[in-house]
């Protein structure tokens, strides 16, 4: 399998993490794919043209995207623990979990996006918006912590996961730790797993 | 249920269509909640701290987000012809499809709010980021579009279908249907569904 892939896209280090988590990460062929959004990639838009990474292109050319719909393809490939529970109310607590992983995830993309615009660009009422849905985000998880760490690991602990792991890497100055213990605690033992350590972001650009 | 609604979001005309389609629409009390982009809504946020919209709010309090997730919700409460595909490789091609439309619906709303503006504060390499990969999906979907009309009608013809929708509500002066006969086609039987009748879209502000 072909993975547009770049290491530090952190919807990239999801599809990866789940990989890990099930065994199928030694059948990925990872293909560096710079998509940034100013900059539309023409090669990857012949497998999506949304020109969005992570894209995954199948042996028989099949293309799957975006990383929810490659993480399900992953848990499909195994028989162990699932990542996508399938009684339906555990699934629908990990889909609402990776839906706000995800879309933390989206807004702190956009927010930093809005961030290295020239100053005269930049919308105040916009920064301000990505600021204070952070923070209720943030508050939300600090709330639902103690439910993370007792529930079975799945596709809404690796979204959450990700999207806290970017936090550090690219808003390190917001020490979200500071306000939410019981999250940072939960956030340790994330870090601890094997498939996320084995991706860990290095900026090396 | 609960569902914070609007009449001019495409993804809550999604989840409202889906309802339609498996016949719970009569079960949702739609709640008024107008989430722009730019202003956090302190109410919503109490349920869904990203302030997106829509947001379902099950009688037993669950909350449950975003649209893909309330849609999957929706079509396990009946049991005929399923929107999301139990069969591997159908599920598949019905969530790409689902990302597909969500994410050209995703990069048009973020389009207009770029366009929306004051002069001064747009971005050119933005603006033509959009203006390129909405025209690539658009020419995607048209190869896509025998494919579309000869399968079985699943969560990726609502999400596709709604994007189209949009184009036509928001920037009708593209004219998508001049360079894809075929979309346009299939276009006019997914507008011609109950459901989608049901959920048109009037601009009352």
Not at 57 to 82: M, N, Q, R, W
Request: glycine letters at 4%; hydrophobic letters at 45%.
């Amino acid at each position: 399998m072909k993975l547009h892939w770049s290491p530090r896209s952190p919807f990239v280090r999801k599809v990866v993490i789940a990989a890990h988590e099930v065994g199928v990460a030694d059948q990925l062929q990872c293909v560096r794919t710079v998509a940034a959004m100013m900059k539309p990639h023409a090669e990857l838009m012949v497998d999506n043209p949304l020109s969005k990474i992570p894209t995954l292109v199948l042996d028989d050319g099949t293309v799957l995207y975006d990383s929810a719909v490659i993480c399900e393809y992953f848990d499909g490939l195994h028989a162990g623990p699932k990542l996508f529970p399938s009684l339906p109310r555990e699934r629908m607590t990990a889909l609402r979990r990776q839906a706000l992983g995800d879309g933390l995830l989206d807004a702190l993309i956009l927010w930093r996006g809005e961030m290295m615009r020239p100053a005269a660009q930049q919308s105040d009422p916009y920064l301000a918006s990505f600021a204070a849905r952070t923070e209720a985000t943030l508050a939300a998880l600090e709330r639902e912590a103690q439910d993370l760490e007792s529930s079975a690991f799945s596709i809404g602990h690796v979204s959450i996961g990700c999207a806290l792991a970017y936090l550090d890497f690219r808003f390190a100055d917001r020490n979200w730790r500071n306000n939410c213990p019981r999250l940072a605690a939960w956030h340790a033992t994330f870090l601890a797993r094997t498939s996320v350590g084995a991706t860990e972001v290095v900026d090396d650009a």
